[in-house]
Structures are given as structure tokens and as C-alpha cells.
């Protein structure tokens, strides 16, 4: 018997824009009916008041609260629930308080955790927050108080044991990371990506990854694992939509064929 489709959405870097993000859903679930839960590459700023703004490491030009308190106060609905990751711009003593592996945000918003595997909607999630760090993502995380001069910076990390973590969810549907994959980049000279990230996507063997913290999208392939690099929300290619059915995984929005066109195949 076939199983109903799950539909769901995933959401490059928001930064806090989240009158753009329900326009955005809004739109999808015009086009293609209900969504059952959308996913945030991380960098998705949920600051719901003064404390969450002072936690966040934002550059000068942009600091502010952003959109999500109307979304606590619901004067800004969200259409299906929001999965989010940390990234480098993100309020990451709430989100450490809540523990290493997540918890529930404010309604129908879950931030999953630093690293490790989540079934939600039927799925298994396999997700890893933070960037790496040259001086803090081959060892351990050592614990730091919230008014420690280095926090923001090392808190929005990922370190050794979320990488161990993170490669013991085989068998997963999705994977979410904030970085790229090294090695996918158009641009031949480039070194941008993470060859850490790589490494979990070869471990991990999703059907799908998703992306983000670049600011603009890009797809590729890596092994049997379609990846996919949002751009963020101010963009068109910060959102993608995608049916499982059965366990099998494909993007059904309208730029699908243009982002895969012209792309090589499987890489190693």
C-alpha cells in the first residue's frame, strides 16, 4: 500500500526575517497544498526578546530583534512547524539551555540540538549545528560561562564528539548541516565548503542533505546523496520543497530542473 506523501520545505539563512519566511510558505502551500514541517539550515535567528538579541553575534549593520517575536505573541502564524539548526548567527545560550539535544523553542518551533538523529514526520533527521573551527573542532567542547569573552565564537562550533555523533546516524533520510560540503562548488578555484561535512554525508548516506550559511544556493551530488545549498530568505533559491513517499525523496518545486541542470554527476 502506498503510504501518503509527506511534504515539507527547507529554509535557507532566515536572519531573522520571518514575515519573508511565512510569505514564503504561504505561497508554497498555495501551490502545492499543506506542508508538514519545514526545516532551518541554521542562522535562523528566533530572538524572541532583549536576552536572545544579546546572545547572538551579529555584525554591526544588521543588529536587531528581527521578525520572531510576532511570531511568539502570534501575530505572525507560521504555517507548519519549524525544525531549526544553530548556526554562526544564532541565540546560543537559549539554546544551550535547553540541553544537547534540543527542545521545544516557542510554539511549533524545535531547535533539534548540537548533533545526532531525530524521527520526526516518519523521517530520521540526522543533523549537526555550528561551523568548524580550525582550533576547537578536533577536540572536545570545554565548558565556558555565558559571560566568557570567547563564548559566542566557540559555542557556535561544532566540536569532535558532535562529528562522532553525528556519523553514527546511518540510514538517515536527511541530513542538515550549516556549511556546505567541500567539493561542490561551481567554481573550480574556490575552497569554500567544509570536507568534514563531506565526510558525514559519505558516513551518513542520506537520500538528501540541505545547506546553507553561503547565501546563495547551489546543488550537487555527492556519492547517492542529493545536496542542497539554500540561499538566504531574501532570495529565490532559499527555499526548496520536497515529497517522500516510501522513503524516496524528491524536490518538486519549480526551480528543481533549473538547479540541476548542467550539473555533473556523483562524486566521490
Known sequence: MTEQPIRFAAAGDIHGHYRELVERLNDLVAEFGPIDFCIGVGDCEP????????????????????DFSEVVSGELVLPCPLLVIGGNHD????????????GGWSDGV?????????????????YLSGLRSRKYSTTPR???????KRYLKRMSRYDSTDVERVKRATGSDILVCHDWPSGIDPDPT?????????EIIHAVGPSISLHGHRHVGNH?????????????????????VFESTNKSIRRIDASASRAWRGRAGSTD
Not at 574556490?190 to 563531506?198: K, L, P
Not at 547517492?224 to 533559491?237: A, E, F, M
Open 47 to 66: 530572538l524572541r526578546d532583549a536576552d536572545d538579541l544579546a546572545s547572538v553575534k551579529q555584525p554591526t549593520e544588521r543588529h536587531g530583534l528581527g
Open 91 to 102: 541565540p546560543w545560550i537559549g539554546y544551550d539551555a535547553l540541553g544537547y539535544d534540543g
Open 110 to 126: 524545535e531547535y533539534l540540538g548540537r548533533a545526532g538523529v531525530k524521527e520526526r514526520f516518519g523521517l530520521r533527521i540526522a
Open 142 to 148: 570545554q565548558p565556558l560561562a555565558p559571560d566568557h
Open 190 to 198: 574556490s575552497e569554500r565548503g567544509d570536507e568534514t561535512i563531506r
Open 220 to 240: 550537487g551530488r555527492i556519492a547517492d546523496t542529493n545536496v542542497h545549498c539554500l540561499g538566504n530568505i531574501t532570495r529565490d533559491d532559499s527555499i526548496a
